[in-house]
């Protein structure tokens, strides 16, 4: 059975930062794209940040300097750390994992980031 387990949401003000962690089960998380989505309320579900296999990551255009992605394929975890926090960056965050090679494709539950002062 494979589980994505975010954790680490919360409330913060403008300017803070905060971490989101994603546990992985259930599968083999080292040949897996694992990325960072985002959905706010009324609008689609965006891209954040992906982290390739092999370390490489990509960024939204809106969050590059200020996000940073990371895995520990010993622990099967990837982590976002965000800082500088915007009210736009309000959403809730969704932990993802997908293999073109073996066509599989998983998503987390969720977890709110919600920035205001």
């Known amino acids: 059975q494979v589980q994505l387990v975010e954790s680490g949401g919360g409330l913060v003000q403008p300017g803070e930062s905060l971490s989101v962690s994603c546990a992985a089960s259930?599968?083999?998380?080292?040949?897996?794209?694992m990325g960072w989505y985002r959905q706010a309320p009324g609008k689609q579900r965006e891209l954040v940040a992906i982290?390739?296999?092999?370390?490489?990551?990509n960024y939204a255009d809106s969050v590059k300097g200020r996000f940073t992605i990371s895995r520990d394929n010993a622990k099967n975890t990837v982590a976002l750390q965000m800082n500088s926090l915007k009210p736009a960056d309000t959403a809730v965050y969704y932990c993802?994992?997908?293999?073109?090679?073996?066509?599989?494709?998983?998503w987390g539950q969720g977890t709110q980031v919600t920035v205001s002062a």
């Open positions: 982290i390739g296999s092999g370390g490489s990551t």
């Open positions: 993802n994992a997908r293999s073109i090679a073996i066509k599989r494709n998983y």
């Open positions: 259930g599968i083999t998380f080292s040949i897996y794209t």
